[in-house]
């Protein structure tokens, strides 16, 4: 199984032109020939606001120091400061529907 560790950012995006949280995450992705996995970790401070931007879409741009980039869901695990990745394959332009009570 091959390895790659990297710093990115997982990035969470309101529309096409709005990105509203940039998150830095330690990531690490391991392969074989017909799969990969992929964790990415934050810092402390960035818990609650990942948190939050899951609860209203899990979908992020995982964006590397290149600037390369993938679409990405992210996935809880049971240690908060973890989380798990998978590539989105769904259309990148999407309806969210959302609500938040205040």
Not at 22 to 34: H, L
Not at 41 to 56: G, K, M, N, S, W
Not at 69 to 86: C, E, G, K, M, S
Request: aromatic share 10%.
């Amino acid at each position: 199984m091959d390895r790659f560790e990297a710093s990115g950012w997982l990035d969470w995006w309101a529309n096409p032109s709005t990105r509203l949280g940039s998150i830095e995450v330690s990531v690490m992705v391991g392969s074989d020939d017909t799969d990969w996995d992929a964790v990415a970790r934050v810092r402390e401070q960035d818990v609650e606001e990942i948190a939050f931007l899951c609860d209203l879409d899990p979908v992020f741009v995982l964006r590397f120091a290149d600037d390369s980039t993938i679409a990405v869901n992210v996935h809880t695990t049971d240690d908060r400061r973890q989380f798990r990745l998978t590539e989105y394959v769904q259309p990148t332009t999407r309806a969210v529907v959302s609500r938040l009570d205040l």
